[in-house]
């Protein structure tokens, strides 16, 4: 991810994102804790994301791995098929009952604004896929308060300019942070 070609990257973030899929079902629960805790050893802290205890080589956890900011790094190639793998392995992390803490993790490692970045993109495939992304990510309150405002202009511009896929794809994301309403004359 961080030295080879855009196919190469692309080809890499396509098999962190298919081994990412089953981080979920390979990482092992945390012990719960038996009658006398307070005389047992701390508990292992786990994932984030898993909520359970992951590994590199047996859940493949992209977070444990350290993969999360390399891929976040791949979003800004110029090559959109790099970009679109990334952001496909990224996803990974917001699947299902992973929304809230795999939000987070995409915040922390900076994901989101890169994300943003790339509604310029000249893929409409791209854009649907990180406008699907974010509709599902802003989900999780703080990060729509957050990021709202920033992505405001940019889905404004994909409500007038954007493919018929995207269009409307774009007015429910404004719609979800409320600025419709203050925006009647684009629509």
């Known amino acids: 991810l961080e030295s080879?070609?855009?196919?190469t990257k692309r080809r890499a973030a396509i098999s962190l994102s298919q081994l990412s899929e089953s981080s979920s079902d390979l990482c092992r629960p945390i012990p719960k804790h038996r009658m006398f805790w307070c005389f047992s050893a701390l508990p292992e802290a786990g994932c984030p994301v898993h909520r359970g205890i992951c590994a590199v080589r047996t859940s493949f956890c992209l977070l444990e791995a350290g993969a999360v900011g390399l891929l976040v790094k791949?979003?800004?190639?110029?090559?959109?098929g790099a970009c679109e793998a990334s952001l496909d392995a990224l996803l990974t992390l917001v699947e299902g009952d992973r929304l809230q803490g795999g939000s987070k993790v995409l915040d922390e490692e900076?994901?989101?604004p890169s994300m943003i970045k790339l509604?310029?993109?000249s893929s409409p495939r791209?854009?649907?896929k990180i406008?699907?992304?974010?509709?599902?990510i802003f989900q999780v309150l703080e990060i729509k308060q957050k990021y709202g405002p920033s992505v405001q202009m940019s889905l404004v511009d994909l409500t007038q300019r954007g493919s018929t896929q995207i269009r409307p794809?774009?007015?429910?994301?404004?719609?979800?942070l409320n600025?419709?309403?203050e925006l009647p004359s684009y629509f």
Do not use: F, M, N, Y
Request: proline fraction near 5%; charge should be negative.
């Open 131 to 136: 406008l699907t992304s974010l509709e599902k």
């Open 4 to 7: 080879g070609t855009s196919l």
């Open 74 to 80: 791949v979003l800004g190639e110029p090559d959109p």
């Open 179 to 181: 600025v419709l309403h």
């Open 110 to 112: 900076r994901a989101i």
């Open 119 to 121: 509604l310029g993109s």
């Open 169 to 176: 794809l774009a007015a429910r994301i404004l719609a979800q």
């Open 126 to 128: 791209l854009q649907e």
